[in-house]
């Protein structure tokens, strides 16, 4: 493997039905039900690995109603990973669903964009409409890694490590930042929630949360410049990542896939 050639993996930890027309700005025409999964990501090569988000527990899981299909330490001991020998954490976004599980990577540091941690700390915070996707504890708990000399500020893009770097989006959040990653198959973008669905980037449409609806849209031609193709893009809870792609080893199909092969489509 080259220096800068990575493995990138899916692991989707959890699930959540809810009405389609719950996706979308305007809403959706069809009043059926639908489903959203919940993922980490895993970078791996050379410098190590990467763990991207940190999903959310099952307390946090019961407090808001979702139901979490596979703990997330299962699906890293299914690839190989060990949380307490993660040494690099990405964090896309402070919101509950991607920064709960603060204590489970001891060793980590942790990667931020500036203007992500500002707003969840900040004058927005007094408004419970902003406030809703972020959980006082998650926030709390990265402030003090703050404090424990624990955490990397990024400020727009930056290069991680060689064929690893962070690209800052906002839209959704103010502080958001997708991953892209040089594998085999060319670059990968980890959107995490700058598009959340195919169809929020295909139909450039937009998920009711969101700090900015201007920088979303912009967000999607972002993502697309960034990735090798549409089909080298990962959004951050479509249901269809873990259809399309194969799985990292025989049984774990629709919960960890490789995201550095190519797509079944
Ligand atoms: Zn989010
Ligand atoms: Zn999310």
Redesign the pocket.
């Given at each position: 493997m080259s220096d800068d050639v990575h493995e990138v993996y899916a692991v989707r930890y959890a699930e959540h039905a809810r009405k389609r027309a719950d996706n979308y700005i305007f809403g959706d025409p069809h009043d059926e039900m639908t489903s959203i999964s919940y993922f980490v990501w895993v970078i791996k090569g050379p410098h190590g690995t990467f763990v991207c988000d940190t999903g959310f527990d099952q307390k946090a899981a019961t407090e808001r109603a979702r139901t979490i299909v596979h703990p997330i330490d299962e699906g890293l001991k299914a690839i190989g990973v060990a949380p307490d020998k993660v040494e690099h954490v990405i964090a896309?976004?402070m919101?509950w669903?991607?920064a709960g599980n603060y204590d489970m990577f001891p060793n980590a540091r942790y990667h931020v964009q500036d203007t992500e941690m500002a707003y969840c700390t900040g004058r927005c915070m007094c408004h419970q409409t902003l406030r809703i996707?972020f959980s006082e504890d998650d926030v709390h708990a990265m402030v003090r890694k703050i404090f424990a000399y624990r955490v990397d500020f990024h400020d727009g893009d930056e290069e991680l490590a060689p064929g690893i770097t962070l690209h800052r989006i906002g839209g959704?959040?103010k502080g958001?930042q997708c991953v892209r990653v040089k594998t085999q198959r060319g670059y990968v973008v980890v959107a995490?929630?700058a598009c959340?669905l195919y169809s929020h980037i295909d139909e450039g449409r937009v998920?009711p949360?969101t700090y900015s609806v201007a920088e979303t849209l912009e967000g999607y031609r972002t993502l697309l410049k960034l990735a090798s193709s549409r089909h080298h893009m990962v959004p951050?809870h479509d249901p269809d990542v873990t259809k399309i792609y194969p799985a990292a080893k025989p049984g774990l199909e629709d919960w960890v896939v490789r995201l550095d092969v190519a797509p079944k489509i």
């Open positions: 896309t976004h919101h669903d991607h996707p959704h959040s958001l995490s929630d959340h998920f949360i951050g």
